[in-house]
């Protein structure tokens, strides 16, 4: 009993050591937004909060159009999310679920895919953007992304795992077509996959940066990376200045995954007691 309650010790010592390492540089970043710059570069390190916050926003909103940039990101990540969640799910759920010519063949591509680095496609894409007339355009950002291997993958192995071929059967007794049995059957068991997928790829979009620094040429249209990079001085940085950006940027991910993460969980434990 005692080396049971040791093990038990041991273990959620080294979990809360775990999540203090893991949760120290957002801490960091909630410091240094409310530092001067000075003390950015102090030793030993300020550890406790300034009282430069409201000073630091203030002057990020003055230096550049921080809400319009936070708009743009907002509409771009949000559409290609949903894009992404609805197009992925849909050729996952075919991968995992149907038979049909070239099936395997397509899924090895689709592999295939996921081991190019994407910044070898980064000149061959702006080509395609330039001929279709789409540079300076959130379209650049949109439609390229709306559809992605990775996504396509992580549904295809979630649902042929999860989703019972005798379910399928019986549908297709009652009358289903492929997108009767997508939408009724299919997603609603998909939602867990659908919650991380959906974070996974709204935080990408949302962190996106150097596709945007190419395509986008109206600074009205910025997303905030873009932004926030102007923020850097060419000779001298206010780094007190940009890590309140930062902050900024930061704060709407950190609510998305809490209730992402809080949706997850549920969908998990409801699927737990299902079974």
Request: net charge positive; charged share 10%; glycine share 8%.
């Amino acid at each position: 009993m005692a080396s049971k309650h040791l093990k038990s010790l041991v273990l959620y010592t080294g979990l809360i050591g775990g999540m203090l390492i893991s949760m120290f540089p957002f801490y960091w970043l909630i410091v240094m937004s409310t530092r001067t710059t000075s003390d950015i570069y102090k030793f030993p390190p300020q550890l406790w909060f300034g009282g430069e916050l409201w000073n630091n926003i203030t002057r990020v909103l003055q230096q550049i159009d921080f809400w319009g940039a936070f708009l743009n990101t907002l509409f771009v990540s949000g559409v290609v999310t949903l894009l992404v969640l609805f197009f992925d799910s849909l050729a996952g759920f075919a991968f995992a679920k149907f038979e049909f010519p070239g099936k395997k063949w397509l899924f090895v591509l689709l592999l295939a895919t996921m081991m190019v680095p994407s910044q070898l496609s980064l000149v061959p894409s702006f080509v395609l953007m330039a001929t279709f007339g789409w540079v300076g355009s959130f379209k650049a950002l949109i439609i390229p992304g709306m559809v992605n291997a990775f996504g396509i993958f992580w549904i295809r192995q979630y649902a042929t795992e999860s989703i019972p071929s005798d379910l399928l059967d019986a549908g297709r007794i009652d009358g289903c077509n492929f997108f009767r049995l997508y939408w009724n059957v299919a997603l609603p068991i998909l939602r867990p996959a659908f919650a991380f997928l959906g974070a996974f790829t709204f935080i990408g979009v949302w962190n996106d940066y150097l596709w945007p620094l190419i395509v986008l040429t109206d600074a009205r249209k910025y997303t905030l990376q873009i932004a926030l990079s102007q923020l850097n001085g060419l000779y001298n940085t206010d780094y007190a200045m940009v890590i309140a950006g930062t902050l900024l940027a930061v704060i709407p991910l950190i609510i998305m995954f809490l209730f992402i993460s809080r949706q997850f969980i549920s969908d998990i434990a409801a699927g737990a007691v299902k079974d």
